[in-house]
């Protein structure tokens, strides 16, 4: 079972709120990563960063924002929530080795619903 | 855009029986990753074949890698129910992003 952990796991609210999802993982990863899933689907990573200040768009477009003041910690706020922003969030980790494309360890998820 | 396509789409089989899926993707890659996903949970990572290894074993896991046809697969022997699940593979790429680009998926339904 992977150290890391993501809350809430299930988050139901109104269209034009403000959120944040929280991750943080325990195992001193540098590298860490938010994807978009919606069910059945693939995985679009929309976010990801090398380590503290560090912050890099993914490959999927998205409107929310991530921060990385701590290396455990990672959360992606959207600042005014519209019902296509309803999804499951996946947040990930791993090691940040040279060669690239290392193991990424998954937390458990957010599922979004924006009313 | 995606990397790896799955297939089949979904599968189901006799517990008991082999599972086979199959990834394809376009680009160059230093690995090929397989990832395992319950309903609405995260992934869990199985099993990782570099480029130049072609065929890798753990447990009643078997993976394939043919760079030549950019593809792999993902044999399951005797399954279990509680393999149910759907699968993905991941293209791990090179450099300085390294980061992974996911397929589709294969929902696999072992039937008890």
């Known amino acids: 079972e992977a150290d890391i952990y993501q ?7 109104g269209t ?14 540098d590298k860490m990563y938010w994807y978009q899933q919606d069910p059945g689907m693939e995985l679009h990573l929309i976010h990801y960063s090398y380590g503290v200040n560090s912050t890099e768009k993914g490959d ?18 959207l600042e005014s929530a519209r019902p296509s ?3 499951q969030y996946l947040c990930a980790s791993s090691e940040l080795r040279r060669g690239g494309g290392d193991t990424q360890y998954f937390g458990p998820g957010t599922r979004l619903t924006v009313l | 855009s995606q990397q790896g396509e799955e297939d089949p789409q979904a599968l189901s089989i006799q ?22 996903q319950n309903s609405g949970r995260g992934l869990v990572h199985l099993i990782l074949i570099r480029s ?13 890698l ?12 005797a399954s279990r129910a509680a393999d149910t699940a759907s699968y993905f593979c991941a293209g791990g790429r090179g450099g300085s992003q390294g980061n992974l680009i996911f397929g589709k998926g294969t929902k696999l339904s072992v039937k008890p």
Request: net charge positive; proline share 2%; aromatic share 6%.
């Open chain 2, 66 to 77: 043919d760079t030549s046809k950019k593809s792999s697969s993902l044999l399951i022997t």
């Open chain 2, 15 to 36: 517990e008991g029986e082999n599972a086979t899926m199959n990834c394809s993707y376009k680009t160059s890659i230093n690995n090929l990753q397989w990832y395992r």
């Open chain 1, 85 to 87: 922003h309803t999804s």
């Open chain 1, 16 to 29: 034009g709120k403000k959120i944040t999802l929280e991750c943080s993982q325990t195992m001193g990863h």
């Open chain 2, 52 to 64: 130049n290894e072609r065929e890798k074993h753990s447990g009643r896991l078997r993976v394939t």
């Open chain 1, 60 to 77: 999927l477009s998205s409107e929310s924002t991530v921060s990385r003041i701590r290396t455990e910690h990672f959360p992606l706020t």
């Open chain 1, 7 to 13: 809350t809430p796991r299930y988050l139901v609210i």
